[in-house]
T-cell receptor, first 113, second 112 residues
Framework: DVKVTQSSRYLVKRTGEKVFLECVQD?????MFWYRQDPGLGLRLIYF???????EKGDIPEGYSVSREKKERFSLILESASTNQTSMYLC????????????FGEGSRLTVL | KQEVTQIPAALSVPEGENLVLNCSFT??????LQWFRQDPGKGLTSLLL?????REQTSGRLNASLDKSSGRSTLYIAASQPGDSATYLC???????????FGGGTRLMVKP
């Protein structure tokens, strides 16, 4: 079975803290994505990566950065967390071929106080 | 820019009913269309993926169809069960970079 693993299911952080969200996939996928999901706003793409050390901005990159040092791992970084970054964060991956099936992790619920 | 709409936003049916969830998209030049299920507080689980050259896909009690010319996809659930209660999302993929555009989802409740 394919697997995308997000390291933390629930986090509580304080305003101004640096936050790392980790995502690992075991499918040798080229493409990895970070989304956030909020009630009434749906899923919004933050960043994606199509190769090691490559990254592209999504629709809402402000306040976030990412790191992809290894193919299987894609990290989302909140340099200075703010309350408006309280959200559900979802990592996903897909192969680079034409099938394009997207696989998601279980999500990380972040609360910033 | 692609826009994906799912109507209704919420649906409640008695157990055993056959039901159809709708998904419409504005740009017919899609790569594929994928249906997902999401349980509360969880990630998305892929249900069915329809490539642009296909008309439908089936998995168990689920059948998804795709009509690119009309910009529509439907997810048919046969003999619904309480365990089918979840939010169902569709997503259209429009380029080789695998950038999906998601619909807002339909929240389904199947009552025993």
């Amino acid at each position: 079975d394919v697997k995308v693993t997000q390291s933390s299911r629930y986090l509580v952080k304080r305003t101004g803290e640096k936050v790392f969200l980790e995502c690992v996939q075991d499918m040798d996928h080229e493409n990895m994505f970070w989304y956030r999901q909020d009630p009434g706003l749906g899923l919004r793409l933050i960043y994606f990566s199509y190769d090691v050390k490559m990254k592209e901005k999504g629709d809402i990159p402000e306040g976030y950065s990412v790191s992809r040092e290894k193919k299987e791992r894609f990290s989302l970084i909140l340099e200075s967390a703010s309350t408006n970054q309280t959200s559900m964060y979802l990592c996903a991956s897909t192969s680079g071929d034409d099938t394009g099936e997207l696989f998601f992790g279980e999500g990380s619920r972040l609360t910033v106080l | 820019k692609q826009e994906v709409t799912q109507i209704p936003a919420a649906l409640s049916v008695p157990e055993g009913e056959n039901l159809v969830l709708n998904c419409s998209f504005t740009d017919s030049a899609i790569y594929n269309l994928q249906w997902f299920r999401q349980d509360p507080g969880k990630g998305l689980t892929s249900l069915l993926l329809i490539q642009s050259s296909q008309r439908e896909q089936t998995s168990g009690r689920l059948n998804a169809s795709l009509d690119k010319s009309s910009g529509r996809s439907t997810l048919y659930i046969a003999a619904s069960q309480p365990g089918d209660s979840a939010t169902y999302l569709c997503a259209a993929c429009c380029n080789a970079g695998n950038m999906l555009t998601f619909g807002g989802g339909t929240r389904l409740m199947v009552k025993p």
